[in-house]
């Protein structure tokens, strides 16, 4: 059974950054796309950004575009967002998934395995 592990979170200011990290086990890491999400309180859990099994192709929330950024390491099994000019509106539990197939998705139900996820919080 794949588990995944994320770490990186913790209390930033406003316009800061922050490097989140996900640990995936098992050996067909390569075989799936993965994907981030977040979910503040009180909010329904959200996309943040997706890359493909290759990580040829990434896709990305209209409202992190151009400030945050997915990659991924096959040979680490690891898959990371960077996040840049954070805004306390991008305050949530962050959590990384696997796709149930090699491309992007961007909806939750596409995705079968998750992490405990980790808190981002943005301060003003």
């Known amino acids: 059974q794949v588990q995944l592990v994320e770490s990186g979170g913790g209390l930033v200011q406003a316009g800061g950054s922050l490097r989140l990290s996900c640990a995936v086990s098992g050996r067909t890491f390569s075989n799936y796309a993965m994907g981030w999400f977040r979910q503040a309180p009180g909010k329904e859990r959200e996309f943040v950004a997706a890359i493909s099994w290759s990580g040829g192709n990434t896709v990305y929330a209209d409202s992190v575009k151009g400030r945050f950024t997915i990659s991924r390491d096959n040979a680490k099994n690891t898959v990371d967002l960077q996040m840049n000019s954070l805004k306390p509106e991008d305050t949530a539990v962050y959590y990384c998934?696997?796709?149930?197939?090699?491309?992007?998705?961007?909806?939750?139900?596409?995705?079968?395995?998750w992490g405990q996820g980790t808190q981002v919080t943005v301060s003003s």
């Open positions: 998934a696997r796709d149930r197939l090699a491309n992007i998705a961007t909806t939750s139900d596409e995705y079968d395995s």
